[in-house]
């Protein structure tokens, strides 16, 4: 027993007893290593369990972390963390506002984003050797180099890419929303500063106008008034009077142009205002 036995036969030797024991432990060796095939594939059971729910919660916090991205760059960026977990590389491309975004910006393959573009009118689930390609209406990902021989693997990838894209779809709807609320946003106060801006210069022109022709009216007033203030037999303190009043008139009527002047600052300060928030 101390050597590692675990039976023993006497002297003289019996055959018969001799085949029983050979039998028993055969049995016993084959029970060992259907034991051992057991436990192994167990391991192996709980190992892939352990890894599915590793995954399935890197796409929980996918999701959850997702919900307050409101940028192609910040998801992006959400997106290569999670295929970090998997050591895979990849590409991709979003579709949004009528316009694509290829990442990572440092592709240099004509080749692979030709593959990425073509993705939008491409099946769900394209395989070109150890590339898979994921495409959906707002995005198309290419898994690159996948390992060959993990089966498993590449199932798990699977089942985990179909619910990323949906996660990544509702999010590249937001921001596409967005986007567009953002655009006509946009033109909605172009378009007011460009008709505020012409309704500004059309006032300026008015009251500009309207000055020159109050001056013009209130000089040939006072001419006219000194005219007439001969044939009236006024005297010459009487004149001096009358064209003082009229000339505080003029000095009160050049401040209420000053006024104007003010009003037309303050115009200008609006648009630029409205300048500033477009």
Partial sequence: YA??????????????????????????????????????????VAFTSMKNASELGSLITFFTDSINISTLDELFQKISEFFTEFDLNFSLEFRVNNKTYIYPISIDSSLEREVLQLGSSAKRILTVGRNILFNSQWCSILIK????????????????????????????????????????????????????????????????????????????????????????GLSEDQESELVGLFEET????????????????KLRNINRLLENVH
Avoid: W
């Fill in 3 to 44: 050597n590692g036995g675990d039976d023993y036969i006497c002297k003289p030797v019996d055959l018969v007893e001799l085949n029983q024991k050979l039998k028993g432990v055969e049995k016993r060796i084959i029970e060992k290593e259907q034991l051992a095939s057991q436990c192994s594939q167990a391991s192996q």
């Fill in 145 to 232: 180099c996948i390992p060959e021989n993990d089966e498993a693997l590449v199932g798990r990838i699977r089942d985990h890419i179909a619910i990323l894209l949906s996660i990544i779809d509702s999010r590249l709807m937001f921001i596409d929303s967005e986007q567009k609320r953002t655009n006509e946003r946009a033109m909605a106060l172009e378009s007011l500063s460009s008709s505020l801006s012409d309704n500004f210069s059309e006032i300026k022109k008015e009251i500009q106008t309207q000055e020159q022709d109050l001056l013009r009216l209130f000089s040939e007033l006072i001419v006219k008034m000194s005219t007439k203030s001969i044939s009236m």
């Fill in 250 to 265: 003029k000095d009160q009527f050049y401040y209420a142009m000053n006024s104007a002047v003010s009003i037309d600052g």
